[in-house]
């Protein structure tokens, strides 16, 4: 079973910038072949897929919401077995707990934002947006 764990969340005044990390909580295992999903959640909305990146062997595609879009950069990095999520240009609106997710099955395919196509999660790190 794959266990991921972000971090990165943090109050941030309108107009900032975080960076979220994912990682799996063992060491030796490793992301590379595997899609991640980034996904949030607001106070009483659902859970929203907001981007995803596919495993390195299988699928180099990328997505975003129409809502993140040209804001939100996913980047896969190897060397130390993450995948960030780098948010620019934040707004009051992208408050929310921050999950990361892998599929179980055809794990190294990104599929969009799709919540019910994930089966690992992370515990999920806060991101507030606020003056």
């Known amino acids: 079973q794959v266990k991921l764990v972000e971090s990165g969340g943090d109050l941030v005044q309108p107009g900032g910038s975080l960076r979220l990390s994912c990682a799996p909580s063992m060491s030796a295992f490793s992301l590379a072949d595997f899609a991640i999903g980034w996904f949030r959640q607001a106070p009483g909305r659902e859970r929203e897929g907001v981007s995803c990146?596919?495993?390195?062997?299988?699928?180099?595609?990328?997505y975003y919401s129409d809502s993140v879009k040209g804001r939100f950069t996913i980047i896969r990095d190897n060397d130390n077995n993450a995948v960030y999520l780098q948010m620019d240009s934040l707004t009051p609106e992208d408050t929310g707990i921050y999950y990361c997710?892998?599929?179980?099955?055809?794990?190294?395919?990104?599929?969009?934002?799709?919540?019910?196509?994930?089966?690992?999660w992370g515990q999920g790190t806060q991101v507030t947006v606020s003056s």
């Open positions: 990146i596919g495993g390195t062997q299988y699928d180099r595609t990328t």
């Open positions: 997710a892998t599929p179980r099955s055809e794990w190294g395919f990104c599929k969009g934002g799709s919540v019910d196509q994930y089966d690992y």
